[in-house]
């Protein structure tokens, strides 16, 4: 594997949002999630559950509710009124509309998606149509006294079930009015405070779900008024619910951290009486489970300890393989870290300031696993706040250290560092790009930097001496894309740019004729990471299913070694890996040396060696050093793999002989972190 000199970074202080509010796309293959900080993310089931889609939040827009209408269109609605649609090409919150009845708590699309409805702090109900190019205000519903924090329509249209304080009601859509109203609170004696009707659910036969502020999940006959079952899952509350689209399955998710599977099973075997029974239960989360979904093969739950896990149910999945994997996934599938090698400083993305770090440094040398004494502490020498309520989409820092740029989703800011007198200046009137900007990457000699755009698009600018710089041109794809760009790997020698955009094409552009050269062949899966090799201009990829391939830029065809894999396959460990690779770089001492990451795993891939096949066990670095030096050799395959750092975000190269990598425990940041709910726990 080759010893490193390796700078282990832990100051990264980076805090995810939690999970507010989860959406499973109806039939279709895509899983919609917002966070407390009012992102949105979108990550589709089937290239492995990747997170494709990521639109930065804002300070003025929190995100309550989400719903997908009309197929593929996404709204969001919050408590600042508006519902919001988002552009998922463009990234971007698209348009907005405004509630007319205050905060708005809930949103649920009818069967069709056609329409939508929004619960609002006024207690009103009310309808809005879904037409091409945004939605139109339709009529309001009975309103009644305390805000409306739950909806759902019956999935025949014909009624909308509105959850409250003590109370839900189920309002008759084609005439507007309640026709049934039912207190949770009646079969309850010598009740002193209130209970909050925190999700519900209409299922088609006529029942209603509730998961409530006492920690039931009842169902009621609304029709009749009476309460048919409770079940009380939880101490505290059950703040979220879904259903299965046959529903046959309930999940719903608690304050204490667990969730819990509700089958509707027959009562004797081979009987037509059913009753539901509290089946799973599953402890993922530290915190509140405020959001839960159910998808036809798994468990979805996401909470404010910001964890999305991802269960599945093994009695629905046909053959083992990634549907049948347990995931959990805490941070982006993208890099928020950036490195500037010759100057050994690192750059760290938070949601509205970014922090410039000095790398320490030691004199010492030493043997395998030894930490040395640092002569220089790493040092912090700038923080840069972004002005305004916009969050940044992305940054990056030149590999020379004197260039830093970053952009929100109005504005696009480049800034002359230096870092011996510690200051900033910003570079003024810079051109006007399509913003906003989904990747900045700097080139290997700092002359040039690449701004990925929309539609395909990638633009190029000269950095002037002593801080300035010109849009040279702009690079677009021949056939047009209606995707915006979200990955970038220039070439070192400055002749080559690999893009991707958003429809997982992987177009190549000769920057000195600044003319397109070629379209690497296009793959199932999303593209989670790429690089130029810079000796022989060969570009390896890596996909979402974990597949990898190499692909030469001048000879437009996948290298010899690339359909070696493609051929014998990959080894069968390394493809049931749930994390994508997310950076890829190389070895100047040994240039058959490819060096990749994902949040769990290092690894140095050596082209040289001989391809692991399923019965040679794909062991980690420190177990083979425990092995005797012919059980070694016998052992000896490309993949040379070390899990000492997690979770790891970010590792690179400085020079041949040093490595930085940037962790980020988990548990520095849960302390971060509001208290949960305390749980009695058995002898304590």
């Known amino acids: 594997m080759g010893e490193f000199e390796v700078h282990r970074v832990r100051f990264f202080g980076l805090v995810p949002a939690g999970v507010r509010c989860l959406a499973c796309q109806p039939r279709g293959s895509r899983l919609a999630l917002a966070r407390?900080?009012?992102?949105?993310?979108?990550?589709?089931?089937?290239?492995?559950?990747?997170?494709?889609?990521?639109?930065?939040?804002?300070?003025?827009?929190?995100?309550?509710?989400?719903?997908?209408?009309?197929?593929?269109?996404?709204?969001?609605?919050?408590?600042?009124?508006?519902?919001?649609?988002?552009?998922?090409?463009?990234?971007?919150?698209?348009?907005?509309?405004?509630?007319?009845?205050?905060?708005?708590?809930?949103?649920?699309?009818?069967?069709?998606?056609?329409?939508?409805?929004?619960?609002?702090?006024?207690?009103?109900?009310?309808?809005?149509?879904?037409?091409?190019?945004?939605?139109?205000?339709?009529?309001?519903?009975?309103?009644?006294?305390?805000?409306?924090?739950?909806?759902?329509?019956?999935?025949?249209?014909?009624?909308?079930?509105?959850?409250?304080?003590?109370?839900?009601?189920?309002?008759?859509?084609?005439?507007?009015?309640?026709?049934?109203?039912?207190?949770?609170?009646?079969h309850v004696e010598k009740v002193k405070r209130e209970c909050v009707v925190w999700a519900i659910a209409l299922l088609s036969r006529g029942t209603v779900v509730t998961a409530d502020s006492f920690g039931r999940v009842q169902f009621w006959d609304w029709q009749q008024g009476t309460l048919a079952e409770s079940h009380t899952v939880s101490t505290s509350a059950v703040l979220s619910l879904a259903v299965a689209e046959k529903e046959d399955s309930i999940v719903v998710g608690t304050s204490t951290g667990a969730t819990y599977q509700l089958q509707l099973l027959p009562v004797k075997l081979g009987g037509s009486e059913k009753r539901w029974v509290r089946t799973k239960p599953f402890q993922h989360h530290s915190h509140d489970v405020r959001a839960v979904a159910h998808s036809p093969t798994a468990l979805i739950s996401g909470g404010l300890d910001a964890q999305l896990v991802i269960r599945p149910l093994l009695e629905k999945v046909q053959k083992k393989g990634y549907d049948a994997v347990l995931r959990k996934f805490t941070f982006p599938h993208r890099r928020l870290v950036s490195c500037a090698r010759k100057a050994r400083l690192l750059l760290f993305q938070f949601s509205q300031h970014l922090e410039l770090w000095r790398l320490g440094s030691t004199r010492e040398t030493g043997k395998d696993g030894e930490v040395l004494p640092l002569c220089r502490m790493p040092e912090h020498l700038v923080q840069l706040k972004s002005k305004g309520p916009e969050h940044i989409y992305c940054s990056c820092v030149s590999p020379c250290g004197t260039w830093l740029s970053y952009s929100t989703a109005s504005r696009f800011h480049l800034y002359r560092v230096r870092c011996d007198s510690v200051s900033l200046r910003k570079v003024p009137k810079v051109p006007k790009l399509l913003l906003p900007a989904y990747q900045l990457q700097f080139s290997a000699d700092s002359n040039s930097l690449f701004v990925a755009s929309?539609?395909?698009?990638?633009?190029?600018?000269?950095?002037?001496?002593?801080?300035?710089?010109?849009?040279?041109?702009?690079?677009?794809?021949?056939?047009?894309?209606?995707?915006?760009?979200?990955?970038?790997?220039?070439?070192?020698?400055?002749?080559?740019?690999?893009?991707?955009?958003?429809?997982?094409?992987?177009?190549?552009?000769?920057?000195?004729?600044?003319?397109?050269?070629?379209?690497?062949?296009?793959?199932?899966?999303?593209?989670?990471?790429?690089?130029?090799?810079?000796?022989?201009?060969?570009?390896?990829?890596?996909?979402?299913?974990?597949?990898?391939?190499?692909?030469?830029?001048?000879?437009?065809?996948?290298?010899?070694?690339?359909?070696?894999?493609?051929?014998?396959?990959?080894?069968?460990?390394?493809?049931?890996?749930?994390?994508?690779?997310?950076?890829?770089?190389?070895?100047?001492?040994?240039?058959?040396?490819?060096?990749?990451?994902?949040?769990?795993?290092?690894?140095?891939?050596?082209?040289?060696?001989?391809?692991?096949?399923?019965?040679?066990?794909?062991?980690?670095?420190?177990?083979?050093?425990?092995?005797?030096?012919?059980?070694?050799?016998?052992?000896?395959?490309?993949?040379?793999?070390?899990?000492?750092?997690?979770?790891?975000?970010?590792?690179?190269?400085?020079?041949?002989?040093?490595?930085?990598?940037?962790?980020?425990?988990?548990?520095?940041?849960?302390?971060?972190?509001?208290?949960?709910?305390?749980?009695?726990?058995?002898g304590t």
């Open 454 to 682: 929309a539609r395909g698009s990638v633009h190029v600018l000269q950095l002037l001496e002593p801080g300035g710089c010109k849009h040279l041109h702009t690079l677009r794809p021949p056939s047009g894309c209606s995707e915006a760009v979200y990955l970038l790997a220039p070439s070192a020698d400055g002749h080559w740019l690999a893009a991707v955009s958003g429809d997982w094409a992987i177009h190549v552009y000769n920057l000195k004729s600044s003319k397109h050269h070629c379209v690497v062949p296009t793959y199932s899966c999303a593209v989670s990471a790429l690089a130029i090799h810079p000796s022989t201009n060969n570009l390896v990829v890596a996909y979402s299913d974990q597949q990898l391939v190499e692909f030469s830029i001048p000879e437009q065809q996948y290298t010899p070694w690339s359909r070696t894999v493609q051929r014998r396959g990959l080894h069968r460990c390394w493809l049931e890996r749930d994390t994508p690779i997310t950076h890829i770089t190389f070895n100047p001492k040994n240039p058959s040396h490819i060096l990749l990451h994902d949040t769990y795993l290092f690894c140095v891939l050596d082209k040289s060696l001989p391809l692991p096949d399923d019965s040679t066990p794909l062991m980690n670095q420190s177990t083979l050093k425990q092995l005797p030096e012919t059980a070694r050799k016998r052992q000896l395959h490309a993949f040379k793999i070390c899990k000492k750092f997690q979770p790891l975000l970010f590792a690179d190269l400085l020079d041949e002989n040093s490595l930085v990598v940037v962790e980020r425990p988990i548990m520095d940041f849960k302390t971060q972190l509001p208290l949960p709910v305390q749980q009695k726990k058995f």
């Open 36 to 186: 407390t900080d009012g992102a949105v993310e979108v990550y589709n089931f089937a290239a492995n559950y990747y997170q494709e889609k990521v639109i930065p939040g804002h300070e003025a827009r929190t995100v309550e509710s989400l719903c997908w209408a009309a197929g593929d269109r996404l709204f969001g609605a919050g408590l600042n009124g508006d519902i919001t649609e988002y552009d998922l090409s463009r990234l971007s919150a698209a348009r907005g509309a405004d509630g007319g009845g205050g905060p708005i708590w809930s949103m649920a699309a009818n069967g069709t998606g056609t329409q939508l409805a929004i619960g609002c702090e006024d207690g009103s109900v009310k309808i809005f149509q879904v037409i091409p190019g945004g939605i139109q205000f339709e009529r309001n519903l009975d309103r009644r006294k305390g805000r409306v924090l739950c909806l759902s329509w019956h999935p025949s249209d014909t009624h909308i079930v509105a959850g409250s304080i003590d109370v839900f009601r189920i309002i008759d859509v084609a005439s507007g009015q309640t026709v049934q109203r039912i207190m949770v609170n009646y």
